[in-house]
């Protein structure tokens, strides 16, 4: 049973990511400069030259011919060739993920932590006041930008992976505030008080328990806000992470790299939210359809 | 209302008609160039001094948050909307229709619509008045930015679609559609309004990140956003302290809509 | 007793300085190749600078060429043939001697049409085979199918290449050799052990040990590592950083005076571009153009956002191509007055505090530039106040380099540019694919299949007489007419030149700073890290 739903959504997941790397190259070939190079502005260049810079570019107008010579690639481990660093994107990819995930997984983990904790201890302690600080923090950490939080580390000298921290807390903290909170105005959780459970006790097995689910949710998206805080915050830094790559790949609409980035993001965020998925399944009642 | 989102209205409020009135209340126009005057610091003729373009940053504050104190909560309560109506859906139908719609809204989490953006600026015509471009920008963000809150309220969808009101309201004959908008949207209010009032500063960040690719606001119309990339010049800022006006102000605005929106109190009915 | 840890005490010192005598600095990306015959970016040519080994050095400080792999040169047949004398007991660094069938082997892979070599384009001067002959021990003949304009000047950028070495790809004659790459954070060039300069003690060069090339793109992030001590060198710096780093550390930025940078403006004047008709009238207008050019404060653009360090342009040539300027060309006035003289000449009149044409439409048009650049940015603030002096309403637009390159060299949907231009060259032969007329890169009007009017076909002619001439007084007088012709017909708006901002740290020694690129390390085999041991070996 178990293998059989894991199966359907590894199935799932790929073939998702497969039509998001289509969608994605049709995005950056619809977009404007598509098949420029801004080598055509070299005047040292010959005619020759600059026609033979523009058939390089060319090649990859047809957008099905693309994507199935990519497809047929991918099935060989070669993932293409990337124009504007001028080495394969598999070795790209070996180089710069190691360090993406690692900060990502800070980032994250980071994030969802001092977020939760701030939203329990908000919840616990219920006092006038008391979410002043979390909520400033918060709204310190929206209004400023990733550049700028990513400046600020780098002159203290502390790790860029943090930064990323700063940017998922806020919206973990406002999610799981908003949540705890509801949940902790439910019949079962006064009920839970009226019995004289201690304080802590309500807080994590009546309120904290049954929201859980709820805040799985809370994983897929911290994913996604990760990878987008971490490309401004590695250009930033010059991190030679994969944030960094698809800025590169963007500026030099590098139709290869776009598109291995966009199914691993794909693939990322889907396995990340097919977790929370079955978490939230698993916590539902059997009577209830399952998600798939 | 308590006393502290009073206080917060009275912000909120002196804010909006301070943008609206700026043409009446800052000294010079957003645009003009004092080239005499160049990061001339605050005096009683710059209230907030000038920018390396000797503009009075005071005045290109207060225009500024018209541009953003309008167009941000607009594209957040579009994506919001929308996001409600995708997630709301995705949770309230559940099985296939579920499956689907998660699937949608992953892979449009995924997608690099960055190029969308660059396709759209480039069909528009290159004399398009920077007012128009501004609007154009927040309303894509607002159309592309509801995929992550559309994950989060379906997932708030699943736990409120069993609930016993709902039930209930179900058993007592009531169709499908009216349950999903009399009865489980308005439940969704404290997912929605937490989602918008993210949404707010996230999309006045987008919009001066964009202006690193062309998009968004464009001179000399000023924009929070765009004062706020002047932050990245880190030792100016240290230098010159009151470049941080427009963040305090975001920083206030922000807390302000938070306190105003805050509505755990009377989060469910029973 | 004490010999033994006063040994060990210098050695410990000579180590830990040799360790030290290690120049750094920043490429803003990776190098896209080490081969030095497909160099066509930045950070692929500063390794090539480092680590090839030419026939022909252009001095980048005195500007004159001299000779480095080759004792002498000859040119004759009108630029058809260079004749050179080799300098002998040359060795590549892995010991292989220099020959002159390294000379033919490097001339051949570098002509070969397969390679599509950027280095290659300006020898291509006409179809044909390119032969290189060995006359003698150390003579070497390049003969070409066709003249090549300033042709010993070019092999300044022809690094030469091993026919016979088991390394090909990594035996070089330069003062560095390529030691370590790890992608996406640094390059290590160590010192080539076999390079053939001595200095005027007999001193084998480099000093330096290596040089490391961080890759760096943020600029406030290099700032930070520089005022750390991490780096020795900043290139290219902004007006901004410049200005900063000179109030806490002044005895560390350089400004060498203005380069040979451009900032420009042009017109769209293609026939067929998606224009109204009338706008396309007012762009063809000379008038309409030099009014545009009059009412462009150029000392506000140098002032405000280049903060003096920066020079109103007149023309095509910067102040710092000493030989190729014409002095008589001078900058517009900035003066309001002229522009609308101008104007009015040419049937504009005012209506309230708006610009019409002679058909009553009101002037007001775009101008583009590339996104991400805060300099270009501010110019069009400041042009779009300075043309709203004049009743013309200027609208800005920045836009991605792709979508700005598809623009102008595409689809010609734009009205007019703000770009900048990096010259790298001194002679104009390479500026011909700008002002040929049926040059892909003649940018304001590319790919005419004839002159469209009668000035462009003027120009056509003295470049090509300059580029065909051998004679550097003719030629020179040749081009002071394109460049007369240039500022009459104002195709292109120059408006300022950069000044070559950079900054150096204490420690480097025998820095001689040059505007022409690279303007601190060009003489890199001389520098030396302060307090080295180095030059006492």
Known sequence: ?292 | MTRKQKFALVILGVTVVASLGAAYIAPSSYSEQFRDAISAPPSSRFWLGTDELGRDRFARLLYGTRVSLLLAPAAALLSTLIAALIGGAAGYLGGRWERVLTAGVDLFLSLPWLFLLLAVRALLPLNTSPVTSVMITFLLLGCLGWAAPARMIRAGTRTLVNSDYLVQASASGISRWRLFWRHLLPNLRPILLAQFWISVPLFILSEANLGLLGLGVSEPLPSWGVMLRELENYSAVLQNPWMLAPAILLVVVVSCLQLLLRTEESAFPC | MLIRPAIVLLLGTSLALSAANELRFCLRTDPKTFDPLLVEDESSATVRYLTGGVLVRLNRYTQELEGELATKWKVSESGRRIDFELRPGVRFSDGTPFTCQDVAYTMHRLMDPALHSPVADPFRSAPGEVETKCTGPTGATVRFPGPVAALAAQFDQVAVLSAASAHKDSAVLGPFELGEYKPGTYVLLRRNPNYWKHDANGHPLPYLDSIRLEIQQNRELELLRFRRGELDVLNKLDPDIYDRLSSEMPHAVVDAGPSLDWETVFFNQVQNAPLPDYKRRWFRSTDFRRAISEGIRRDDIVRIVYKGHARAAAGPVSVANHFWLNPAIQPASGSEGAAMALLEHAGFRRAGGTLMDSSGNKVEFSMITNAGNKLHERMLALIQQDLGRLGIQLNVVVLDFPSLVERISRTYNYESVLMAWTNIDLDPSAQMNIWLSSAANHQWNPNEKAPETSWEAEIDKWMQAQNASQDPNKRKAYFDKVQQIVADQAPMLFLVNPNALSAVSSNLKNVTPAVLSPQIYWNADRLQIGGTLVSER
């Open chain 1, 1 to 292: 049973m178990l293998a059989s739903l894991l199966l359907r959504q590894a199935r799932r997941i790929l073939l998702t990511a497969l039509l998001g790397g289509l969608l994605g190259a049709t995005l950056v070939r619809l977009g404007p400069g598509f098949d420029v190079d801004e080598r055509e502005l070299d005047s040292r260049l010959s005619a020759d030259s600059q026609q033979a810079i523009r058939a390089e570019r060319a090649r990859d107008n047809n957008i099905a011919s693309f994507y199935f010579r990519y497809l047929v690639g991918l099935v060989h481990g070669d993932l293409g060739f990337s124009r504007s660093l001028n080495r394969p994107v598999s070795e790209l990819l070996k180089e710069r993920l190691p360090l993406t995930l690692v900060s990502l997984a800070y980032g994250v983990l980071g994030g969802v932590s001092v977020g939760l904790t701030f939203a329990l201890l908000t919840v616990w302690w219920r006092a006038p006041g008391v979410d002043v600080v979390p909520a400033v923090l918060s709204g310190l950490c929206l209004a400023a930008p990733a550049a700028v939080i990513a400046l600020l580390f780098l002159w203290m000298g502390a790790a860029s992976r943090w930064a990323i921290a700063l940017v998922v807390f806020p919206h973990v903290y406002r999610y799981a505030k908003n949540q705890l909170v509801a949940t902790s105005q439910s019949p079962h959780v006064v009920a839970a008080q009226a019995k004289g459970l201690s304080g802590w006790r309500v807080l994590w097995a009546h309120v904290f328990t049954p929201a859980a689910p709820q805040l799985a949710a809370l994983a897929g998206i911290s994913v996604s806000l990760a990878f987008g805080a971490s490309i401004p915050i590695e250009v930033i830094c010059d991190t030679p992470g994969v944030g960094q790559l698809a800025w590169r790949a963007a500026l030099d609409r590098d139709l290869p790299l776009l598109v291995t980035i966009t199914v691993l993001v794909a693939v990322m965020t889907l396995v990340v939210n097919s977790m929370a998925d079955l978490a939230l399944a698993a916590w539902r009642s059997p009577s209830e359809s399952t998600v798939a």
